[in-house]
T-cell receptor, first 116, second 116 residues
Framework: KQEVTQIPAALSVPEGENLVLNCSFT??????LQWFRQDPGKGLTSLLL?????REQTSGRLNASLDKSSGRSTLYIAASQPGDSATYLC???????????????FGKGTLLTVNP | EAGVAQSPRYKIIEKRQSVAFWCNPI?????LYWYQQILGQGPKLLIQ????????DSQLPKDRFSAERLKGVDSTLKIQPAKLEDSAVYLC??????????????FGNGTRLTVT
């Protein structure tokens, strides 16, 4: 059974700092890994999707890396801003135990606070 | 492009009552998902539809939860009767295609259910 762990559970940084969020997964047989952002009272917004054959994806100040063999991904946020404050969730897509469907398994998220 | 629409935004009911949630996915998206997100947890998949057929409902408590997606577009999720532990945010998501096609999920803002 796929399990996804995110460390740290919460992170508080001053504005302008670069930071790294970590995600690990137990089964390396994944098809892709996705990073989402969730603002309070809102749904999830997809930030980056890394296919299993890729090593990283970049979007603006965000860079996500994937090391499938070790079961790890990182989300790097450069020059953090107060508007980056949110919960960041990692999810991996892998085949389910029945072998017939591709499930998305989420971590619990990292609550990021960027202080002005 | 209009996003995933969900209603209502909030619902408060007493235990043993019934409740229904509605979701309208992004136009053209074949796959629709219902997730349950308990406070402090990542979303957990309840049911996945491909067009109007069920792909995965292995984690749906079928003694009290039901869902349908008539005509392969809108979907409703019903709980009858509700229990205290059903208090959560119910998220609907859609994607262009399902499975391991690296198609990002788009989420609605969710319905926050409180069972008293």
């Amino acid at each position: 059974k796929q399990e996804v762990t995110q460390i740290p559970a919460a992170l508080s940084v001053p504005e302008g700092e670069n930071l790294v969020l970590n995600c690990s997964f137990t089964d390396s047989a994944i098809y892709n890994l996705q990073w989402f952002r969730q603002d309070p009272g809102k749904g999830l917004t997809s930030l980056l999707l890394i296919q299993s054959s890729q090593r990283e994806q970049t979007s603006g100040r965000l860079n996500a890396s994937l090391d499938k063999s070790s079961g790890r991904s990182t989300l790097y946020i450069a020059a953090s801003q107060p508007g980056d404050s949110a919960t960041y969730l990692c999810a991996v897509q892998s085949v389910d135990s029945g072998g017939s469907n591709y499930k998305l398994t989420f971590g619990k998220g990292t609550l990021l606070t960027v202080n002005p | 492009e209009a996003g995933v629409a969900q209603s209502p935004r909030y619902k408060i009911i007493e235990k043993r009552q019934s409740v229904a949630f509605w979701c309208n996915p992004i136009s053209g998206h074949a796959t629709l998902y219902w997730y349950q997100q308990i406070l402090g947890q990542g979303p957990k998949l309840l049911i996945q539809f491909q067009n109007n057929g069920v792909v995965d409902d292995s984690q749906l408590p079928k003694d009290r939860f039901s869902a349908e997606r008539l005509k392969g577009v809108d979907s409703t999720l019903k709980i009858q009767p509700a229990k205290l532990e059903d208090s959560a945010v119910y998220l609907c998501a859609s994607s262009l295609v399902g499975g391991a096609y690296n198609s990002p999920l788009h989420f609605g803002n969710g319905t926050r259910l409180t069972v008293t």
